[in-house]
């Protein structure tokens, strides 16, 4: 049974630093895709940032240059550290793990921007 674990969210200022962590168990992170998604009130829900297996990263545009998605495979965690933080970037994140069409997902955790 595959469990995506999210941990790291809160309240933060604008300019302020989150790291988000997602721990695996069922499913190994450096032989799939590992990705945060997020979801406002009222949005659809969208890519923030994807690893590939063999460490290749993609970004959204609104997120380039703020935000840094990264592995340990030791640990089997992904993370997500984010840097210079907006009001726009509040939202739900969701962690994910695998590859098309077999994609699992995390239950989410809260990132409020906000003075």
């Known amino acids: 049974q595959v469990q995506l674990v999210e941990s790291g969210g809160g309240l933060v200022q604008p300019g302020g630093s989150l790291r988000l962590s997602c721990a695996a168990s069922?499913?190994?992170?450096?032989?799939?895709?590992g990705g945060w998604y997020r979801q406002a009130p009222g949005k659809e829900r969208e890519s923030v940032a994807t690893?590939?297996?063999?460490?290749?990263?993609t970004y959204a545009d609104s997120v380039k240059g703020r935000f840094t998605i990264s592995r340990d495979n030791a640990k089997n965690t992904v993370y997500l550290q984010m840097n210079s933080m907006r009001p726009e970037d509040t939202a739900v994140y969701y962690c994910?793990?695998?590859?098309?069409?077999?994609?699992?997902w995390g239950q989410g955790t809260q990132v409020t921007v906000s003075s």
């Open positions: 690893i590939a297996s063999g460490g290749t990263t």
């Open positions: 069922g499913i190994i992170f450096r032989f799939n895709v």
């Open positions: 994910t793990a695998g590859v098309v069409p077999h994609i699992y």
